[in-house]
């Protein structure tokens, strides 16, 4: 049996036939250089390190030119061909591959992120009713209140009543329509697009749209199917 401590492996990667790994391309035969990069693996560790190449390699979005790598990392090379990371980490003799696709303590960092996003969200659609609620209730009562002084003042007869019912009624339909409070939305649209930008798979990007909860329920991403929880193993 191989020891994991003391194994070593030289994966090297470009548009050369003579590579372990070849990406040769008809359509873009010059994005990847002859020689562009090469992974080092010795015992447990990895890394990668970028060979001079035209357009570079990358690791998790950043071009680098010699980085350690780790099961969860992206590493595209010229930032178009994505490494597999579970057969290159599988290289390593005992080495477990689902540590690749464990996304479950990520995944988890996302409960707060929705809950805090219904919480902001509940704090705009609340202060804005209590505003629209006041702005409400101060233009119809003015107006009503001026109503009842000036007919105790001229000693109007009862049968204005229904105008003032009538006045009542058209004072809070205009209200409805006035009184909308453009904040809410522009406060609401911004949230909204806040949230979307980081509520989306730890692996893969792929965007989440429903409550947390229903999304662990599905244990895995339908896009890159990471693992975001672990099945709970039974007790005897």
Same mark, same amino acid.
């Given at each position: 049996?191989i020891?994991?401590?003391?194994f070593?492996k030289?994966i090297?990667i470009?548009r ?7 990406l040769?391309?008809e359509?873009?035969?010059?994005l990847?250089s002859?020689q ?6 010795n ?9 001079n190449?035209? #357009? ?8 680098i ?6 099961p969860?990392?992206t590493?595209r ?9 579970? #057969?290159?980490?599988g ?20 409960? #707060?992120?929705w809950d805090?996003? &219904? ?8 202060k804005?009713q209590?505003?629209q ?6 233009l ?6 001026g ?6 003042i001229f000693?109007?007869?009862?049968w ?7 006045l009542?009624?058209l004072?809070t339909?205009?209200?409805f329509f006035?009184i909308r409070?453009?904040?809410?939305? &522009?406060q609401?649209?911004?949230?909204e697009i806040? *949230?979307?930008?980081i509520y989306?798979?730890?692996?893969c990007?792929?965007q989440?749209r429903?409550?947390?909860?229903l999304?662990h329920d599905q ?13 709970v &193993?039974?007790? *005897?």
């Amino acid at each position: 049996m191989i020891n994991q401590d003391s194994f070593n492996k030289v994966i090297r990667i470009g548009r050369s036939p003579e590579n372990d790994c070849c990406l040769l391309k008809e359509d873009d035969k010059q994005l990847v250089s002859r020689q562009h990069s090469v992974i080092y693996i010795n015992g447990k560790d990895v890394s990668i390190e970028d060979l001079n190449s035209a #357009n570079g390699t990358y690791v998790n979005g950043f071009r680098i030119e010699k980085k350690v790598l780790h099961p969860k990392d992206t590493v595209r090379i010229a930032n178009k061909y994505a490494l597999n990371m579970k #057969n290159i980490f599988g290289c390593i003799p005992g080495f477990n591959t689902d540590e690749c696709d464990d996304y479950s303590l990520e995944f988890e960092t996302l409960r #707060n992120v929705w809950d805090r996003y &219904e919480t902001q969200k509940a704090k705009i659609i609340k202060k804005s009713q209590n505003k629209q609620q006041w702005g409400k209730t101060c233009l119809v009562s003015i107006p009503i209140l001026g109503f009842i002084v000036i007919a105790r003042i001229f000693k109007w007869n009862e049968w204005y009543f229904p105008f003032y019912i009538g006045l009542n009624t058209l004072l809070t339909s205009v209200a409805f329509f006035l009184i909308r409070d453009k904040k809410k939305s &522009e406060q609401l649209k911004k949230l909204e697009i806040d *949230f979307r930008k980081i509520y989306r798979c730890p692996r893969c990007g792929y965007q989440l749209r429903e409550n947390w909860d229903l999304h662990h329920d599905q244990h895995n991403c339908p896009s890159c199917k990471a693992i975001w929880m672990k099945p709970v &193993e039974p007790e *005897f």
